[in-house]
């Protein structure tokens, strides 16, 4: 619950300051999370790991879109999406980076025997639980599959 706290505060200093960027993210991550909350048939509350599962989602879903409007050259949109995405990651964990990414995943990959791409689906399992909210699973699958190729 602490999140949706989060979003509210921030949300009435975005008005005050009236600031449309944020405005516009943190409406978003509001109904997110309240549609999350209504759904499912749950009972009304979100653990931690699934509030940070939703805003990773919702950035994904931003950076997936930049990446279409940079090549169709819509720079006025990919600028929001830009906007959108710097505000959320405000409330995300610390992404790890890419050397502390190896060093845990060269760990995993000795932790679990895993000696040829073929190992790939062991170690992931394993990756992403251990990482989850800390880095990107693509980024956590390209090392992977680098790692083990070598």
Do not use: C, H
């Not at 509001?30 to 989602?57: C, H, N, P, V």
């Not at 050397?99 to 060269?106: A, D, G, P, V």
């Amino acid at each position: 619950m602490a999140l949706e706290q989060k979003i509210m505060e921030e949300l009435k200093t975005a008005m005050l300051a009236k600031d449309d960027a944020a405005l516009r993210s943190l409406r978003a991550v509001k109904a997110a999370i309240l549609l999350a909350r209504t759904s499912e048939g749950g009972d009304g509350e979100l653990k931690e790991e699934d509030e940070i599962k939703l805003l990773q989602k919702l950035v994904k879903q931003r950076k997936d879109s930049l990446e279409i409007f940079q090549q169709q050259n819509r720079t006025d949109l990919a600028q929001k999406e830009q906007e959108e995405i710097a505000v959320i990651e405000k409330f995300l964990p610390k992404q790890l980076s890419a050397n502390e990414l190896k060093e845990i995943i060269s760990k995993i990959i000795a932790d679990t025997g895993a000696t040829s791409p073929a190992d790939m689906g062991k170690v992931m399992g394993v990756a992403t639980k251990q990482l989850s909210g800390k880095a990107d699973g693509k980024a956590i699958s390209a090392i992977v599959k680098e790692m083990l190729s070598k």
